[in-house]
């Protein structure tokens, strides 16, 4: 199971914002801080937490974690993505809370 237990939108270029995700492995729970989401093309995918390294003044990013193929970590990031609509669903943005009328 996959659930995403906060959203922080966050637009900056084809970041969309940074996911805090539960996962339970056989009724044991871990949390994955700072999954980032981006949007460029049509196309949605999200990143693993990483560490930016700069060497030579050339910037790269070295991922905490790696899957051992493509296919696992495209199927795990449509898990996330699937886990921050539902979490967005269910939980109105800061945005929408604050430009929604007043009932009084």
Known sequence: ???CISFREHKAGSLLGFADIKVSIDGDEA???G??????????????????????????????MKFDN???????????????KLFQSSNPSTDEFFTQEVPF
Not at 41 to 64: A, C, H, T
Not at 70 to 84: G, L, V
């Open 1 to 3: 199971m996959v659930k």
């Open 31 to 33: 949390t994955i801080f």
């Open 35 to 64: 999954c980032s989401m981006y949007e460029k093309d049509g196309k949605r995918w999200v990143n693993v937490p990483s560490k930016e390294i700069v060497k030579d003044g050339v910037k790269s990013y070295l991922p905490f």
């Open 70 to 84: 493509r296919d696992i970590s495209d199927k795990f990031s449509r898990k996330i993505q699937d886990a921050i």
